[in-house]
């Protein structure tokens, strides 16, 4: 499996080991599982952008009639 070395700084690594300790956890799982879904928020994230992008592009001119009324 592959492997990540991130530099934190002492406050940020003290901060993040407080955390794994308050949920009984390694710090590695717990760095790990919040990287893996902030990535997936990111993800979902730009399909609901891109989704509604769409959206209005087909709704253009109903948007418009209904914005002059």
Known sequence: MPALNIRFTDEEL?????????????VTSVVHDLAVSRSERAQHNELVMGASARVMALSEDLLKRLANR
């Open 14 to 26: 003290d901060r993040l080991r407080a955390h794994a300790r308050a949920q009984n956890r390694p």
